[in-house]
């Protein structure tokens, strides 16, 4: 059972954010869920709506929140999250990240509740250390295409911690390393899905660049857990939550390829600009605090997410053909 009574999740239609109030229902948890569906969707927790202490709000945190009743746990998960999404919604993706965390925060900060920000491994950028610890800085680049939510994320950790040292509010950190699973959106730029939908098809995996470049992906189960565990502990974070295991992209797309049973190629795409060469999480500080690690292998993941993917109805799932 969780020691949370009531949590509220803002972003809680989203992909993540769905887990999570799921996650948080099985444990005994009441959720309200506030979003807005600029990226997430209903769909994501019909399956929820009828549960005993399920809310379902459509609510935009960059304006002003306001919950009534007890709330002992904040989990701010609200923003846009793949490229293709924040470079369509720039300015969102800025509000979401500053405004829309001082609204969450000082939900937070009334009710005394213990607060949990989503933050990114996009804090690092393009990082210059490797693979990379809470303690690095990074590297980014804040006029560049990637800097409405590198910079959005990175604010909004400055914010999370002036709110603990200024008014005292329980507060955590965790960077969310790359994930993938069940309830990513089709469309939503991102490679795992855009290669799964593209096998599918039996369509050319598009990579970019010269797909060397790395990436550590970890099911959405597991970080999930990881993101909970920090919940429940006292730890102000930064916290990263991800995988040690790295891949090149290259790699990624050829075992979905044989994942999926298709008959698909790559095709090589330009580059992205400010995409990141290497991504790997330094995961000592959890595994030590909390015992946490991951516990779904790729091999297990993948296989889960490309079947979610293959159920889908046509009219969702704009892969397939006539």
Not at 37 to 47: E, I, Q, S, Y
Not at 96 to 117: C, E, Q, Y
Not at 239 to 265: F, W
Not at 276 to 288: A, N, W
């Amino acid at each position: 059972m969780s020691e949370f009574e009531r949590a509220v999740v803002t972003g809680g239609a989203g992909f993540l954010g769905s887990w999570l109030c799921e996650r948080l229902l099985d444990e005994g948890t009441e959720v309200l869920c506030l979003d807005n569906f600029l990226t997430g969707t209903p769909t994501n927790v019909a399956h929820l709506v009828e549960r005993p202490g399920f809310r379902l709000v459509r609510c935009d945190v960059t304006d002003y929140v306001h919950v009534p009743g007890p709330v002992d746990l904040v989990l701010h998960f609200a923003s846009p999250a793949s490229p293709i999404d924040y470079l369509r919604l720039p300015i969102a993706t800025m509000k979401v990240g500053s405004i829309g965390t001082l609204h969450a925060l000082g939900l937070a900060k009334d009710k005394g509740a213990r607060f949990v920000l989503a933050s990114t491994s996009e804090a690092y950028g393009d990082p210059l250390v490797h693979p990379q610890p809470e303690t690095y800085w990074g590297n980014v680049n804040p006029v560049g295409p990637r800097g409405v939510y590198d910079e959005a994320k990175r604010f909004a950790e400055a914010l999370t911690t002036a709110y603990r040292t200024a008014h005292g509010v329980d507060t955590g950190i965790v960077r969310i390393f790359n994930t993938y699973g069940p309830r990513m959106r089709v469309d939503d730029g991102r490679a795992i899905p855009t290669f799964i939908c593209q096998a599918l098809a039996d369509q050319p995996l598009t990579v970019t660049g010269d797909g060397r470049q790395t990436r550590s992906v970890c099911f959405v189960e597991d970080t999930v857990r990881g993101v909970l565990a920090l919940a429940a502990s006292d730890l102000a974070g930064p916290v990263n939550v991800g995988t040690p295991d790295e891949m090149t992209v290259l790699e990624i797309a050829r075992e979905i390829i044989l994942a999926a049973g298709s008959s698909s190629d790559v095709s090589f795409i330009p580059a992205v600009v400010d995409d990141p060469r290497v991504r790997r999480p330094d995961t000592t500080l959890i595994e030590t605090a909390l015992g946490w690690r991951p516990a779904v292998d790729w091999p297990t993941g993948i296989k889960q997410t490309i079947e979610w993917f293959r159920a889908l109805q046509p009219e969702e799932a704009g892969y397939r053909s006539e």
